[in-house]
């Protein structure tokens, strides 16, 4: 049998994770899934803020041809707004996480 271990939390926290665990043992969620859940049930502190294309290559230290690759794979999610291309943080976040070994 497991070890429980039990954090003390506030009650918003508490419900959370009890919604989370309640979603991902009826419906067996993925990381993706759980991701997405999560997201919708934390309420944002503050704007996403969003980066261009070589913003976004800045910082993940690769080149925008490498990047935009990536892009077209649909390795890293992002955004278009008047022919422009974005990516939040939460984007870069995750393509660093997939790309971790």
Not at 8 to 17: F, P, V
Not at 35 to 44: A, G, I, K, N, Y
Not at 84 to 93: L, P
Request: proline share 4%; with cysteine.
């Amino acid at each position: 049998m497991p070890k429980r271990v039990y954090i003390e939390t506030d009650k918003q926290t508490s419900y959370l994770a009890d919604v989370l665990l309640a979603k991902m043992n009826d419906q067996g969620l993925d990381l993706k899934q759980l991701l997405e859940l999560v997201r919708m049930l934390t309420p944002s502190q503050e704007p996403e803020q969003f980066y261009s294309i070589e913003e976004t290559s800045k910082i993940l230290k690769m080149p925008v041809r490498t990047l935009y690759n990536a892009r077209i794979n649909g390795d890293i999610h992002w955004r278009e707004y008047k022919g422009n291309v974005w990516f939040s943080k939460q984007d870069i976040e995750e393509f660093q996480l997939k790309c971790r070994r």
